[in-house]
């Protein structure tokens, strides 16, 4: 919007200028509080018309909740936590396997995406194994993590790690692959070694491959601990919305959906700084600077 | 890069360091598979040298294989048949002491012009503090103060080539590769980076091997022209230009009788090949 309006004040000058500058900032300022009108007038819609319709009993808010009974049971949960510890304490046990799974998962499948895009050997040798083993419904693997490992955390992380790595390593691997040749042909004449290449070169060509793949692995990461956590498990938010449904509580399961939401939208924010920092020389792409 | 220094100061280290920096390309055959599975003949015994110290333009139709040849001046690349060798040795691996300003930008985009030009230092394992220091020195010499801390896609397409410049003379090459590095330029640009090219390379005087199709730019800059046939490329001509150095402006000198002479004696012999080069690509597009 306001690259549209720039050009065609560029010809005027003095004040001119000014006053067209104004009137972009006078736009890009009346774009933004027409997009969060929208934005919350859909909120209101939604939950408005959820209340509304299982208050007037068109749909049963014992199956389907109510936004103001999840808003209570939420309070309730903070408060009086659940029968298996505090809800703090439970949101942290999901947190934690997460987090450790995610940064495992991410670790090792950078490592194995630089060194089989690497290696036309070992990419050769591997790769029928990685696809095999990929595609192996990664659900099932959580039931073997639980018999092998019992129900405490390791088969959490181990699961939320598996599925994080297959995300990273494709998109690593690919990213590796698509270096530019000449700067790889570049940095062989003025003299690195193959790890100074790898560090120079390689990783830092991969990382936007690399950090595009980690926004949707965090989300998966979560998915990881909370099957894990449904399979079988002494705390974790998996395991409250498992009693939730046992207990036909629809607003218990909606209470802790929300709260992964929040969790996963922190995690996508921090990600999304991650990204700014070590991306920051890339040149802003012209859908980048229109967008939000 | 201490011991670098003392060769270029000291007369006798001076003519060693010369001598190990002559090349010669003797009978440099390369052949391709194409995807359809044909072998395709890229170059045909190509032979020239390149004395030390000596500034050398290939000039050839487009297609004929000069970037070709360069992969394997600089051990990029293995020839078929044929070899390479520099001071004597043939090459094998990347070849010593060479650095080379390629046809298309090869400027890592992250990282800064300072942090570019630092590449090939690092890459030798020059101190962090003694490497900085020259690669400021460096983009003073290429007229880059002040842009350290850009990133290349803030620069101008002339800048870009300037920090090039800088990272690939900042190791003092005994051998220097350029593939058409002001190809992209605008003719004031290009005019003012070769009159700064050929300061530069008088304070270093590493063996250029240059390509260019631009042949005012290489009776201006060379010592030797080398005219190569249309694909597959071999050597038609060499010629050796006599005009006195030091040569000054780039702009000034192309109005010089002998200049003009040269440079219409390198035209006729290019013009059959360039032709030639046009037809068959021109044919084949019909
Ligand atoms: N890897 C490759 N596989 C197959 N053919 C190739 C390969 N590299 C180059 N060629 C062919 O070899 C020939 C010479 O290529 P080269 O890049 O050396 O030309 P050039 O003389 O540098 O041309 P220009 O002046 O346009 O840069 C071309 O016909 C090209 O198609
Ligand atoms: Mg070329």
Same mark, same amino acid.
């Given at each position: 919007?306001?690259?549209?309006?720039?050009?065609?004040?560029?010809?005027?000058?003095?004040?001119? %200028?000014?006053?067209?500058?104004? +009137?972009?900032?006078?736009?890009?300022?009346?774009?933004?509080?027409?997009?969060?009108?929208?934005?919350?007038?859909?909120?209101?819609?939604?939950?408005?018309?959820? !209340?509304?319709?299982?208050?007037?009993?068109?749909?049963?808010?014992?199956?389907?909740?109510?936004?103001?009974?999840?808003?209570?049971?939420?309070? *309730?949960?903070?408060?009086?936590?659940?029968?298996?510890?505090?809800?703090?304490?439970? =949101?942290?046990?999901?947190? %934690?396997?997460?987090?450790?799974?995610?940064?495992?998962?991410?670790?090792?499948?950078?490592?194995?995406?630089?060194? &089989?895009?690497?290696?036309?050997?070992?990419?050769?040798?591997?790769?029928?194994?990685?696809?095999?083993?990929?595609?192996?419904?990664?659900?099932?693997?959580?039931?073997?993590?639980?018999?092998? /490992?019992?129900?405490?955390?390791?088969?959490?992380?181990?699961?939320?790690?598996? &599925?994080?790595?297959?995300?990273?390593?494709?998109?690593?691997? !690919?990213?590796?692959?698509?270096?530019?040749?000449?700067?790889? +042909?570049?940095?062989?004449?003025?003299?690195?070694? !193959?790890?100074?290449?790898?560090?120079?070169?390689?990783?830092?060509?991969?990382?936007?491959?690399?950090?595009?793949?980690?926004?949707?692995?965090?989300?998966?990461?979560?998915?990881?601990?909370?099957?894990?956590?449904?399979?079988?498990?002494?705390?974790?938010?998996?395991?409250?919305?498992?009693?939730?449904?046992?207990?036909? #509580?629809?607003?218990?399961?909606?209470? @802790?959906?929300?709260?992964?939401?929040?969790?996963?939208?922190?995690?996508?924010?921090?990600?999304?700084?991650?990204?700014?920092?070590?991306?920051?020389?890339?040149?802003?792409?012209?859908?980048?600077?229109?967008?939000? | 890069? +201490?011991?670098?220094? #003392?060769?270029?100061?000291?007369? =006798?280290?001076?003519?060693?360091?010369?001598?190990?920096?002559?090349?010669?390309?003797?009978?440099?055959?390369?052949?391709?598979?194409?995807? +359809?599975?044909?072998?395709?003949?890229? &170059? !045909?015994?190509?032979? /020239?040298?390149?004395?030390?110290?000596?500034?050398?333009?290939?000039?050839?139709?487009?297609?004929?294989?000069?970037?070709?040849?360069?992969?394997?001046?600089?051990?990029? *690349?293995?020839?078929?048949?044929?070899?390479?060798?520099?001071?004597?040795?043939?090459?094998?691996?990347?070849?010593?002491?060479?650095?080379?300003?390629?046809?298309?930008?090869?400027? &890592?985009?992250?990282?800064?012009?300072?942090?570019?030009?630092?590449?090939?230092?690092?890459?030798?394992?020059?101190?962090?503090?003694?490497?900085?220091?020259?690669?400021?020195?460096?983009?003073?010499?290429?007229?880059?103060?002040?842009?350290? *801390?850009?990133?290349?896609?803030?620069?101008?397409?002339?800048?870009?080539?300037?920090?090039?410049?800088?990272?690939?003379?900042?190791?003092?090459?005994?051998?220097?590769?350029?593939?058409?590095?002001?190809?992209?330029? #605008? $003719?004031?640009?290009?005019?003012?980076?070769?009159?700064?090219?050929?300061?530069?390379?008088? %304070?270093?005087?590493?063996?250029?091997?240059?390509? @260019?199709?631009?042949? #005012?730019?290489?009776?201006?800059?060379?010592?030797?022209?080398?005219?190569?046939?249309?694909?597959?490329?071999? $050597?038609?001509?060499?010629?050796? =230009?006599?005009?006195?150095?030091?040569?000054?402006?780039?702009?000034?000198?192309?109005? %010089?009788?002998?200049? =003009?002479?040269?440079?219409?004696?390198?035209?006729?012999?290019?013009?059959?090949?360039?032709?030639?080069?046009?037809?068959? @690509?021109?044919?084949?597009?019909?």
């Amino acid at each position: 919007m306001s690259t549209t309006s720039t050009p065609s004040a560029a010809p005027v000058t003095g004040n001119g %200028q000014a006053s067209a500058a104004a +009137a972009a900032k006078r736009a890009a300022r009346r774009r933004i509080a027409l997009v969060w009108a929208g934005r919350l007038g859909l909120a209101a819609v939604v939950l408005g018309g959820w !209340q509304a319709f299982t208050t007037w009993g068109i749909v049963d808010p014992f199956f389907f909740g109510q936004p103001s009974g999840i808003w209570k049971r939420l309070i *309730d949960l903070f408060q009086h936590g659940t029968e298996f510890g505090s809800f703090y304490q439970n =949101i942290w046990t999901t947190i %934690q396997e997460a987090l450790v799974g995610f940064a495992a998962g991410a670790v090792t499948g950078v490592v194995f995406g630089v060194a &089989l895009g690497q290696s036309r050997f070992l990419s050769d040798v591997l790769g029928p194994y990685i696809k095999m083993v990929n595609a192996i419904p990664r659900i099932v693997l959580g039931s073997i993590f639980i018999v092998a /490992f019992g129900i405490g955390v390791t088969p959490k992380i181990l699961l939320a790690a598996v &599925l994080v790595f297959f995300i990273v390593f494709f998109n690593a691997f !690919q990213g590796v692959r698509e270096v530019d040749r000449n700067i790889l +042909a570049n940095a062989k004449v003025l003299g690195a070694s !193959q790890l100074q290449i790898i560090r120079h070169v390689i990783v830092p060509s991969a990382l936007t491959w690399i950090i595009a793949s980690l926004h949707s692995a965090f989300g998966f990461a979560i998915v990881g601990a909370l099957v894990g956590e449904v399979l079988g498990a002494q705390s974790g938010l998996g395991l409250v919305i498992k009693t939730a449904q046992n207990n036909f #509580d629809p607003n218990g399961v909606f209470a @802790t959906m929300f709260v992964i939401a929040v969790i996963v939208l922190g995690a996508e924010w921090l990600i999304g700084k991650l990204e700014h920092r070590l991306l920051s020389w890339r040149p802003p792409s012209p859908s980048e600077a229109n967008l939000l | 890069m +201490a011991s670098r220094n #003392d060769v270029a100061t000291s007369p =006798i280290a001076g003519e060693i360091h010369r001598d190990n920096a002559r090349i010669e390309i003797s009978g440099l055959t390369k052949r391709f598979l194409t995807p +359809a599975g044909e072998v395709f003949t890229a &170059l !045909q015994g190509v032979s /020239f040298t390149v004395e030390p110290g000596q500034f050398c333009a290939v000039v050839g139709p487009t297609g004929c294989g000069k970037s070709t040849t360069l992969g394997m001046v600089s051990g990029l *690349d293995r020839p078929s048949e044929g070899s390479v060798k520099v001071g004597g040795r043939e090459v094998d691996g990347i070849t010593d002491g060479v650095s080379f300003m390629f046809q298309a930008d090869a400027l &890592l985009p992250w990282k800064t012009v300072l942090g570019n030009v630092l590449m090939g230092p690092i890459f030798r394992g020059v101190p962090k503090q003694q490497a900085q220091a020259s690669a400021r020195d460096w983009l003073r010499r290429v007229g880059l103060t002040g842009f350290e *801390d850009r990133y290349p896609h803030q620069l101008s397409g002339g800048m870009r080539k300037r920090v090039a410049m800088a990272a690939a003379l900042i190791n003092e090459p005994k051998i220097l590769i350029m593939d058409e590095p002001f190809g992209a330029l #605008d $003719v004031q640009t290009k005019a003012i980076m070769s009159t700064e090219l050929l300061g530069l390379w008088e %304070q270093i005087r590493p063996s250029v091997i240059f390509i @260019t199709h631009d042949l #005012d730019e290489a009776v201006a800059l060379a010592d030797r022209v080398v005219v190569m046939t249309s694909s597959p490329g071999s $050597v038609k001509a060499v010629f050796d =230009i006599d005009l006195p150095r030091p040569r000054g402006s780039v702009q000034e000198i192309r109005f %010089q009788p002998r200049f =003009i002479e040269l440079q219409h004696q390198i035209w006729e012999t290019l013009r059959e090949e360039v032709e030639r080069a046009y037809a068959r @690509t021109a044919g084949g597009t019909a």
